[in-house]
């Protein structure tokens, strides 16, 4: 995904294979599965760029100093790679080492008996304990962690100076930025969410700076608060609120994240924020490296009356990288783990992709990367991904129906009693 990214975010179908350059083979079909070679190991992520690099670099060093193995490394298209891998999960054919994000998707494999226990194989001391966490159940971990995310609002520096805008402290500020911009024929907001998990994005923040840190963990452990907490459906008329404000530019429900859409309206100065993960640093020097120097970013603002405060921020760890319990070489595959989540790896991946490492001691070249680490070190709480974090039927819930509150076709209570009832299925 792009680093999320995340956040991201979806449930999925086709998949094509793009051919690796330098480090292990690479299939070109993307059918390739656990293997049937004993001296044979397959590699399943969607990274792309400089961290795809990373990681063609680490399978190179893996395979000089395991002499006759081979690493057949698979890059899966993000937006169907979750189908993807279910499918081989379920068919008995999974890839040795794959790509995950840990939380609810990992679990169920887990749950299944599918994905292979690494406590002893692995050094917790070399990881950022949060970072760990999205991978540990019952007090057993099953995947490495090798970035982590964060989700700030990006802006348009020069832009905010030529309107008298400062970054908002609170929701009524940002409000007052939307109607400046909007003033000036900007869109204030540029989103392209045909995948969906772009909007849950807002969703989340306007979550938990209404119902505070712990609405979701009660909702989704059933303790306390439920998805149809009242937070929720606020949350959900401040969405629709935005949208009728024409906070979002025409269309985007239907723009596409993956082809840039989004993001060219921020280049063109056509919109003046985007709420993306800190990989917009690196994906904006990919893009159009001139504009680095006017991209700034602040955290959401907390909202008056609000439980949740502005040093709370939206995030996730990705890559994290498990060995499936079929593998016919685990003890190799788990070293392949360990190497993809070396520190030489994550220090490549920070310095190269301006990545947040979720490893321990990596120092940062990068000044902006290393403030972005910063905020993340000073955070107070971290919400996790929905998408990630939820079982997968429940997470589907959700993204369709925070799309469709983006749409005006549900209402906020709608949305929030449609979650909560799934969650009762599916959670109790």
């Known amino acids: 995904m792009l680093k999320r990214k995340m956040f991201l975010t979806a449930i999925f179908v086709l998949i094509f294979a793009a051919g690796c350059q330098g480090g292990g083979n690479s299939s070109t079909n993307g059918e390739s599965g656990g293997s049937g070679d004993s001296d044979t190991i397959t590699l399943w992520h969607i990274e792309t760029g400089e961290s795809e690099k990373a990681l063609q670099d680490a399978v190179e060093r893996f395979e000089e100093s395991h002499e006759g193995v081979t690493v057949d490394v698979v890059r899966q298209e993000n937006d169907p790679y979750k189908t993807k891998l279910s499918v081989a999960m379920g068919g008995g054919t999974p890839p040795d080492v794959f790509h995950s ?44 962690p ?41 869109t204030p907001f540029s989103i392209a969410n045909q995948s969906k998990w772009p909007g849950s994005f807002y969703y989340m923040y306007l979550a938990e700076r209404i119902g505070g840190p712990e609405l979701f963990n009660e909702a989704y452990n059933r303790e306390g608060r439920g998805f149809d907490d009242e937070a929720y459906v606020e949350a959900g008329e401040k969405l629709q609120e935005l949208v009728a404000m024409d906070a979002f530019p025409d269309g985007f429900n239907g723009m596409n994240f993956d082809t ?69 070489n685990p003890d190799l595959a788990t070293e392949l783990v360990n190497e993809l989540t070396s520190k030489e790896t994550a220090q490549q991946l920070a310095n190269k992709d301006g990545a947040i490492s979720a490893v321990q001691d990596v120092e940062y070249e990068d000044e902006y990367v290393q403030e972005i680490s910063d905020v993340l070190e000073g955070a107070e709480y971290m919400q996790t991904f929905y998408d990630q974090t939820l079982p997968p039927e429940l997470a589907e819930v959700h993204l369709d129906t925070t799309q469709a509150l983006f749409g005006e076709s549900i209402t906020p209570e709608e949305a929030a009693t449609e979650v909560e009832e799934k969650a009762k299925e599916v959670l109790e």
């Open 260 to 328: 840039g859409q989004s993001r060219q309206l921020i280049y063109a100065e056509q919109a003046g924020m985007i709420i993306q993960g800190n990989w917009m640093l690196g994906t904006t020097r990919d893009d159009m490296p001139e504009f680095e120097e006017k991209l700034g970013f602040f955290l959401f603002p907390s909202i008056e009356g609000g439980q949740g405060s502005n040093k709370d921020i939206v995030g996730g760890v990705s890559p994290v990288f498990s060995v499936s319990e079929k593998s016919e």
């Open 146 to 186: 090798l970035a982590m995310d964060i989700v700030p609002v990006w802006y348009n520096t020069e832009m905010f100076e030529e309107y008298g805008l400062e970054e908002p402290e609170t929701y009524e500020d940002l409000l007052t930025i939307i109607e400046t911009l909007k003033s000036n024929d900007i």
């Open 101 to 144: 994000w840990g939380g609810g998707w990992l679990e169920e494999f887990v749950n299944a008996g599918q994905v292979k226990d690494i406590s002893e194989d692995i050094d917790p001391d070399q990881f950022l304990p949060a970072a760990l966490t999205p991978a540990t159940f019952e007090d057993k971990n099953y995947g490495a």
